[in-house]
């Protein structure tokens, strides 16, 4: 057998694309034919991403009647809402497992009254002239949250006296209510302390 040269291993390469057969690939360089490992079959990584996808690929079948695929496709549905109704139960008791094990966490509403608790607020009362009715400042002190000063303001409200108990100067305690008029939305519950 002639000994296998580059040049000689070009013209096979050559001689083979023409004709369209493979070329076998050489025996390692000064090493036992025995101890080289066969040549696997030809198959590149298209052909196998090819075969794996062919195997996916559901069976060929003829024509399908338009019922038969509104059944198949109302069984695909039943089947996924049936999967979808499994994880929302699953969630929904992942969720109150975690609401029971969780400790009280701040409120959505304001913190001095729950959903549908009325606000009360205390302060005094600066005129009582109108029949049934009472202007009450309240004076608000806070300070702000980035620049740390305390912030004086104060708020006027004008709330129902129904029997005329409250004077100037009281200090007086009212609750929210329904719209009375146009500004009144506040009625009088309590007076704290007369005034001298």
């Not at 000063?149 to 004008?158: A, E, G, H, V």
Request: charged fraction near 40%; include cysteine.
């Amino acid at each position: 057998m002639a000994e296998e040269t580059p040049d000689n291993i070009a013209e096979e390469v050559e001689n083979a694309a023409e004709t369209g057969e493979t070329v076998p690939e050489p025996a390692p360089a000064g090493g036992d034919a025995a101890l080289a490992p066969a040549a696997p079959a030809a198959e590149t990584r298209r052909e196998r991403l090819e075969a794996r996808r062919a195997t996916r690929r559901p069976a060929a079948r003829g024509q399908v009647s338009p019922e038969q695929r509104e059944e198949e496709r109302q069984a695909r549905r039943a089947a996924t809402a049936k999967q979808r109704r499994a994880y929302r139960a699953k969630l929904k008791e992942r969720r109150a497992a975690e609401q029971k094990d969780r400790t009280p966490v701040e409120p959505d509403h304001a913190p001095e009254h729950g959903p549908g608790r009325a606000k009360t607020r205390q302060g005094v009362v600066v005129s009582a002239k109108g029949d049934k009715t009472i202007t009450v400042k309240i004076d608000v002190v806070q300070r702000h949250r980035r620049y740390h000063k305390i912030m004086r303001s104060t708020q006027k409200l004008y709330a129902h006296d129904e029997a005329n108990n409250a004077n100037e100067g009281d200090t007086v305690r009212i609750v929210e209510c329904r719209p009375m008029s146009r500004t009144k939305r506040w009625r009088l519950t309590d007076v704290l302390e007369r005034a001298k």
